[in-house]
């Protein structure tokens, strides 16, 4: 199987009153059809920034972002997107928020195909039963599913999430982390997941990308080749303790606290 | 029960010590027709001139209506290419502000001169003008702070410009559109009144007001006042009856 996703050599600065920012610098990361790939990093290092590569959104300054053999030069029908803030529409109910990226995918679709495939996918986050509320009406954890469901609901090649469970308490985070593997035990998607969390990538990457402090190039890249769904114990057991141990001396090293490890 | 009671009860009996009140002070004042008017001379003020306060009602109204009808076009263009536009936002929202702070009064007889004669143009064109201000903001404002995750939503699938605006933008500002309404409405009324309150031209409800002023005739000036008041809460309840259609999730979100 190929990559999914090739990012070659990007480079991308911000131009700014005082002159360049230089947010990226000769970043690659490729991703394989089917695999989940984590990217953890200091804060404000650009990782917001690749988001909109990949999403076509925004174009680097040198190298290039690769999506299923195609070069990205605009944005495209094959992506899924979802944020911190869960950003769904008030004025809709939740399956008609679900709804909404067909309407711009596949405008001829029928109503009743749209509705049954939103339907499906809210009753594989345990949402049966809450099609017909507004956002308001749920819980952060509830709202957040219902924006899982939408970033997947036009069968995109590849799902990026930036931070979707940052904002979430613990328990309810844990519970998305394990509604994620089974997503991807029924309906098979390639995933991009921004994270400040170290566990999170580690339970639910293939891949765990670390990237250095801006300008964000690539640092380290540690395989987790744990076949999914994962259980929740995997956490605790000594493989996935000394990968945590690896992954927080490099990001140590990314904030530039520690000259060498 | 006991509560619903008191909600319809306390304002009623609140308003009933009031009127009483005022009939009293007239009635101990022992004030006469052209002096002050007690509240039992409105009805008869109003059964006189009866007709003559439904055909200027009539006339005060659908001037108003129109002008605000204008107002939200104009002022939803206007906010548009405020909200949408960084450039458009710093050329107009001088120029905006500059206009709104010029007391509207004085802008009458400059109306009244530049248009002789053509006065249900001058009276829409008032209400236009002091209407539209409110609109013009707060879409503006409604549009320019729609949060980027939501246009990257659609943007990502390729979506146009205008079906963001028509999907999120637009639906996204009704809530704060309806808001600067309520008050455009109130606005609208105050401009139909000065037109016909400063440049008499024989229309509408301030004609009615200035000819009973002109006898001081108090029971037929507070008679109109109220009439004028009636059809300010009856727009008023239009604009919430529309809000409620249009934007009513905003509405059950807040209480």
């Not at chain 2, 906010?79 to 009064?105: C, E």
Request: aromatic share 10%; hydrophobic share 50%; glycine share 8%.
């Amino acid at each position: 199987m190929g990559n999914l996703i090739e990012i070659k050599g990007v480079t991308h600065a911000y131009k700014t009153r005082t002159g360049p920012f230089p947010v990226l610098r000769d970043l690659n990361i490729s991703i394989p059809e089917g695999s989940f790939c984590a990217v953890v990093g200091p804060s404000g290092c650009g990782k917001s920034t690749l988001t909109r590569l990949i999403a076509g959104l925004m174009f680097p300054d040198q190298g290039e972002v690769w999506l299923h053999g195609e070069l990205v030069r605009s944005p495209r029908k094959t992506v899924g997107m979802a944020f911190q803030n869960p950003v769904l529409l008030e004025w809709r109910t939740i399956l008609q928020n679900v709804m909404l990226p067909l309407e711009i995918v596949a405008p001829m679709m029928p109503r009743r195909q749209k509705e049954e495939r939103a339907r499906a996918l809210l009753a594989m986050v345990g949402l049966e039963g809450f099609e017909g509320k507004r956002p308001s009406e749920l819980s952060g954890g509830m709202r957040q599913r219902a924006s899982l469901c939408r970033a997947l609901v036009h069968k995109p090649d590849v799902i990026i999430l930036d931070e979707p469970f940052g904002a979430l308490d613990a328990f309810t985070r844990e519970d998305l982390w394990q509604t994620m593997h089974q997503l991807r035990q029924k309906e098979p998607f390639t995933a991009l997941l921004i994270t400040h969390d170290l566990r999170e990538s580690v339970y639910l990457g293939d891949q765990v990308v670390v990237l250095s402090g801006r300008p964000a190039t690539t640092q380290y890249v540690m395989e987790v080749p744990i076949p999914g769904p994962r259980p929740l114990e995997m956490l605790y057991d000594t493989e996935s303790v000394e990968r945590l141990s690896v992954l927080r001396q490099q990001i140590r090293i990314a904030q530039g606290r520690d000259a060498h490890a | 029960m006991s509560l619903n009671w008191q909600k319809i009860l306390v304002p009623i009996i609140a308003l009933v010590l009031l009127l009483l009140f005022w009939e009293w002070l007239v009635w101990y004042k022992g004030w006469r027709s052209f002096q002050m008017a007690a509240p039992s001379q409105l009805w008869p003020a109003y059964k006189r001139f009866e007709p003559l306060f439904w055909q200027y009602g009539w006339q005060t109204l659908w001037r108003t209506v129109l002008g605000l009808a204008i107002a939200v076009v104009v002022g939803t263009f206007l906010g548009m290419i405020m909200g949408l536009s960084r450039i458009m936002n710093d050329a107009l929202y001088p120029i905006l502000v500059g206009f709104n702070a010029i007391p509207k009064a004085t802008v009458v007889p400059v109306l009244a001169l530049m248009f002789i004669g053509q006065h249900d143009f001058n009276t829409v064109m008032m209400a236009v003008l002091i209407s539209f201000f409110p609109i013009a903001v707060s879409v503006a404002i409604g549009l320019s702070t729609l949060e980027p995750e939501y246009r990257d939503i659609l943007r990502s699938l390729g979506a146009s410009r205008f079906t963001v605006f028509w999907k999120i933008a637009l639906p996204k500002t009704l809530p704060e559109f309806f808001g600067a309404l309520k008050v455009s409405a109130t606005l609208a009324f105050i401009g139909t009144n000065l037109v016909e309150i400063i440049t008499p031209h024989g229309r509408g409800l301030g004609h009615l007001f200035q000819s009973a002023q002109t006898n001081s005739d108090f029971p037929l000036m507070f008679a109109v006042l109220i009439a004028l008041a009636a059809l300010g809460i009856a727009l008023y309840y239009v604009v919430v009856a529309l809000e409620m259609v249009f934007a009513g999730w905003a509405v059950r979100r807040a209480s």
